[in-house]
């Protein structure tokens, strides 16, 4: 069985810092792309970042300069370090990767979601 568990979450004022992991764990034989994704209340869920598996990172233009998405390939985890955050960053924060697993081949799995809220 194929786990994503993230951490991290919490509550932060204006303009303060956090990081949220996500490790891997199960019969994985590779792990592709990782990415965080992030949903508010009454909207979509968007892709917020993600990293090749040869450290090619990628962000919405929301969170470039602010946001630093890595990943430790010998700990199967992916971080999100989130600088500067702002009321508007408030959302459930989702980790993904895209994983060939044993039997159940190639596919998108995820996290349970870890909650960022930003207030004073």
């Known amino acids: 069985q194929v786990q994503l568990v993230e951490s991290g979450g919490g509550l932060v004022q204006p303009g303060g810092s956090l990081r949220l992991s996500c490790a891997t764990s199960?019969?994985?034989?590779?792990?592709?792309?990782m990415g965080w994704y992030r949903q508010a209340p009454g909207k979509q869920r968007e892709l917020v970042a993600v990293i090749t598996s040869g450290n090619s990172a990628n962000y919405i233009d929301s969170v470039k300069g602010r946001f630093t998405i890595s990943r430790d390939n010998a700990k199967n985890t992916v971080y999100l370090q989130m600088n500067s955050l702002k009321p508007e960053d408030t959302a459930v924060y989702y980790c993904n990767a895209h994983m060939a697993v044993v039997f159940s081949g190639r596919r998108d799995y995820w996290g349970q979601g870890t909650q960022v809220t930003v207030s004073s």
């Open positions: 199960g019969s994985i034989f590779s792990i592709y792309d």
